[in-house]
T-cell receptor, first 116, second 115 residues
Framework: GAVVSQHPSWVICKSGTSVKIECRSL??????MFWYRQFPKQSLMLMAT?????????EQGVEKDKFLINHASLTLSTLTVTSAHPEDSSFYIC????????????FGPGTRLTVT | AQKVTQAQTEISVVEKEDVTLDCVYE???????LFWYKQPPSGELVFLIR??????QNEISGRYSWNFQKSTSSFNFTITASQVVDSAVYFC????????????FGTGTQLKVEL
């Protein structure tokens, strides 16, 4: 149980375009979802936390107008990278939890974004 | 603020050797969770263990074992008789009970197991 999927698993886009990444909890209701970014050979950095039905909370230094997060249902959150630039190329990972006191996040397989 | 330190950036061992990955954490909360994740080259995080702050019992799962010591704020991970398939990046992470499951990751340790 507790499976989280991400789509697409990899994407290549041109500079200036926008790209949307989906994160779905397949067998549980995810009241909270998290988005992480990971550069090569580095750790995971939390970008934002989203609770179903409310606005995402962004970490310091993350541009909320560039990384649009929507958590419209208990099983789906989306991250849209707007006006992508080559420096946005990274590995994006989502995770989901069934509540703030559940004590655990379940991670998706990640999406590798390359901006050319 | 919470912090996780993994001082070992990279470790290389020969197959069948035992290896210990160190993790030191900082938190002001009395209730927290500690985790270890494995990240193989595919990138997908593999959950290995969760330990809450009130359970200091060491745990063994097959070739894996964990040593949690609150007195030194450490949660070390040992792989016994390492195998090539153990080659991966290993992350230690911390979440505070009142933090809504927000995870803070260490910088990771790259483990290379060679024949």
């Amino acid at each position: 149980g507790a499976v989280v999927s991400q789509h697409p698993s990899w994407v290549i886009c041109k500079s200036g375009t926008s790209v949307k990444i989906e994160c779905r909890s397949l067998d549980f209701q995810a009241t909270t979802m998290f988005w992480y970014r990971q550069f090569p050979k580095q750790s995971l950095m939390l970008m934002a936390t989203s609770n179903e039905g409310s606005k995402a909370t962004y970490e310091q230094g993350v541009e909320k107008d560039k990384f649009l997060i929507n958590h419209a249902s208990l099983t789906l959150s989306t991250l849209t990278v707007t006006s992508a630039h080559p420096e946005d190329s990274s590995f994006y990972i989502c995770s989901a939890s069934s509540g703030p006191f559940s004590g655990r996040q379940y991670f998706g397989p990640g999406t590798r974004l390359t901006v050319t | 603020a919470q912090k996780v330190t993994q001082a070992q950036t990279e470790i290389s061992v020969v197959e069948k050797e035992d290896v210990t990955l160190d993790c030191v954490y900082e938190t002001r909360d009395t209730t927290y969770y500690l985790f270890w994740y494995k990240q193989p080259p595919s990138g997908e995080l593999v959950f290995l263990i969760r330990r809450n702050s009130f359970d200091e019992q060491n745990e063994i799962s097959g070739r894996y074992s964990w040593n949690f010591q609150k007195s030194t704020s450490s949660f070390n991970f040992t792989i016994t008789a390492s195998q090539v398939v153990d080659s991966a990046v290993y992350f230690c992470a911390l979440s505070e009970a009142g933090g809504g499951n927000k995870l803070t990751f260490g910088t990771g340790t790259q483990l290379k197991v060679e024949l």
